[in-house]
């Protein structure tokens, strides 16, 4: 095959077969007399485990992936995907988390909600955290607690106080904070309770798509490696 026979089923260029070539992500191709390449059916058959790969895994360990296989390192190439799966879990563990720690707060918020603010003290003793601990998560971007123009003191709005309980949640089951901050963000985006409701069901949605595509990305790499 042409580079422009193996990229027209999937709508891609020949360009771009020959830039996934390069950069490792099919084999090598062998050239004809004058100079062409030949691709063959291995190399539809790595073209369609990359295609598959990328929504399951994104664009560089998918293409990690398929480097490590085309160098004949298939046990390294499975752990990679082995730890891809792994950081599912982990981002569908951290779901559950945040949504255990915002049902903790709505059912402590049966009255009319707070609009005031509180010290960092207090929400430390809450937590049973030391301020220092707090102030580092601030530094880490995690919380946004503003200034009292009085006193300069930090004062934490409810949904300060919301994320800290976040934060400690996923915290005490073992979360990096750079692990954290996207969930966080997408809570900050929500402006009630119910949207940020609706935003936890989209990123759940999100990773159910993301499992059931690496379903599809493991079949067409099972493929592959029969066919190699």
Do not use: C
């Not at 409810?158 to 904070?177: F, K, M, N, T, W």
């Amino acid at each position: 095959m042409r580079p422009v026979d193996l990229a027209r089923p999937h709508g891609l260029s020949g360009q771009a077969i020959r830039n996934y070539e390069a950069a490792g992500i099919l084999p090598a191709a062998e050239r004809t007399p004058s100079g062409y390449r030949n691709y063959t059916a291995e190399h539809a058959s790595a073209l369609r485990a990359f295609l598959a790969l990328v929504p399951a895994h994104g664009h560089a360990v998918a293409r990690s992936i398929m480097v490590l296989l085309n160098d004949g390192r298939t046990d390294e190439a499975l752990v990679v995907v082995d730890r891809s799966h792994a950081e599912l879990l982990a981002d569908r563990q951290a779901l559950d988390a945040v949504e255990r720690a915002l049902a903790a707060l709505t059912g402590a918020r049966a009255a009319p909600r707070d609009t005031g603010t509180t010290t960092i003290a207090a929400v430390a003793h809450r937590l049973k955290l030391r301020p220092a601990t707090l102030r580092r998560w601030e530094r880490a971007g995690l919380l946004r607690p503003v200034r009292d123009p009085a006193t300069g003191y930090r004062a934490y709005t409810p949904d300060d106080v919301r994320d800290a309980h976040i934060v400690a949640q996923l915290r005490r089951s073992g979360y990096l904070l750079a692990q954290i901050a996207p969930l966080l963000d997408e809570l900050r985006d929500a402006n009630s309770p119910a949207s940020a409701a609706s935003a936890l069901t989209d990123r759940r949605a999100r990773l159910h798509a993301r499992a059931r595509a690496m379903l599809h990305a493991a079949a067409e790499l099972e493929r592959h490696l029969d066919h190699r």
